[in-house]
């Protein structure tokens, strides 16, 4: 085992503190800092999926994360006329020995400020500090940052760009990349306070792109002791692109609700939920193709800022998770910082990219597009005779696979 190197995390979002964790746990001096002025519960759903939720329980924060999170029990998948398509269960229901969670992003991001300051420390996190330039020198990684008070400097052996995906220290090392790769979709979020349906913790993926797709899950249980719960949703619908990367951009109504009006389901009343909503978020569904390094000698990447992918597949924040134990285990096992990045390079890079791909062609959502294509987009009288089981486990046991997730993968 190496000396530990001290650690610039730039970037307080949920693969910077969680990085923070790992590197603390293992003995690895480390700080973050963050541009925003202040850490809130902003945004919406995300889903941690086991190997993600391994490395949170490895962490020690499983009870936490049963306490804000719903356990998702099952996968379901619906045409637009309601129709079950398909089924399956997931996280502990389907035997891994770590749940997957549905959770809201600016709750887990919470629990991950409270974690890294009782750990590592109140001024582990230092706020309202924004990086406008990253350099280096044969010794260190320098970040040149801007405050209220001004301009200053911080160095460290190895900074890790954290920045999500307006990362500025991405740009710095690809000054010439050029603008995202846009899908052709936008997608429309909300979150609603409504009676539990299905199960009370089943995740939903029903239509398809081309008259209108939603996923639909519960964030938060019980709220407030009403028995409600807290139900995400997302709609996606194929537009021209309609606004840059910025998760907190608000959308309208009108924009979203007309593909979805006739989807009173005897389980769910959709247009109802969408209209529950206080505040509707919009965001355009983009990526960018993978880069052919992270790692330019003391500075790399990490999570979004590293591998931003199409928002499909429920695994975003979960790589980032997987990026920071990689780069932990690397830091502490390589004497030479310099190598250890490029060893996390390696290792991350090529399957963090298959990822990315994937979530262009056939994430899980996929098996939708394929019964609207074989229906034409109509009723069908028997799911048998439009796909087989057989058919659905290709693309979902693929993706698994591809992904990290698989059974085998994270058998003990």
């Known amino acids: 085992m190496s000396t530990p190197h001290d650690v610039l995390i730039v970037g307080g979002g949920i693969g910077g503190l969680t990085l923070a964790l790992q590197l603390h746990r293992a003995g690895v001096p480390c700080r973050v800092v963050e541009e925003a002025p202040e850490l809130r519960a902003l945004g919406v759903g995300i889903n ?6 391994r490395e949170l329980h490895r962490l020690g924060l499983g009870p936490e994360l049963d306490r804000i999170a719903v356990r998702t029990r099952e996968a379901v998948f619906y045409n637009r006329f309601g129709q079950l398509v398909y089924s399956e269960p997931v996280g502990a229901a389907a035997g891994y020995e770590w749940p997957q969670y549905s959770v809201h992003r600016g709750d887990l991001q919470l629990l991950l400020v409270d974690a890294v300051r009782a750990r590592l420390g109140e001024d582990a996190i230092a706020l309202g500090r924004r990086v406008v330039e990253v350099r280096q020198d044969d010794r260190r990684a320098v970040a040149v940052l801007e ?17 999500g995906v307006r990362s500025v220290v991405r740009a710095t090392l690809y000054p010439q990349e050029g603008p995202p790769r846009y899908s052709g979709c936008t997608m429309w979020r909300g979150a609603t306070l409504a009676e539990p349906f299905l199960t009370g913790a089943s995740m939903v993926r029903a239509g398809w792109l081309s ?18 719960q807290l139900i995400n949703w997302v709609a996606e619908l194929e537009t ?27 389980w769910l009343d959709v247009p109802a939920l969408i209209r529950g909503t206080e505040r509707i978020l919009e965001y355009p569904m983009v990526d960018q193709d993978p880069l052919p390094r992270w790692s330019f000698g003391r500075i790399s990447l990490l999570g979004d800022a590293a591998h931003p992918m199409v928002p499909r597949g429920s695994n975003g924040a979960g790589q980032a998770i997987l990026d920071t134990r990689v780069l932990t285990e690397r830091l502490i096992d390589t004497a030479d910082p310099v190598e250890a990045l490029r060893a996390y390079d390696e290792e991350r890079r090529e399957a963090t990219s298959a ?16 019964v609207y294509e074989r229906t034409g987009d109509k009723p069908f009288a028997r799911i048998e005779d439009v796909m087989s089981d057989s058919d659905f486990e290709a693309v979902l046991g693929r993706y698994r696979t591809v992904a990290g997730y698989s059974r085998e993968a994270l058998a003990p």
Not at 355 to 368: E, H, M, Q
């Open 355 to 370: 990822v990315v791909r994937l979530n262009r062609t056939n994430p899980p959502d996929a098996i939708l597009r394929e």
């Open 211 to 228: 008259t209108g797709k939603m996923v639909i899950y519960p964030i938060r249980d019980d709220v407030n002791g009403t028995g409600k």
């Open 240 to 266: 021209e692109q309609r606004s840059g990367r910025d998760w907190n951009r608000d959308g309208a109504l009108e924009d979203v609700i007309v593909p979805f009006e006739d989807w009173h389901f005897d």
């Open 48 to 53: 941690i999926l086991p190997h993600a939720s």
């Open 147 to 163: 405050d209220e008070a001004g301009r200053s400097e911080e160095s460290a052996e190895v900074l890790i760009g954290c920045d």
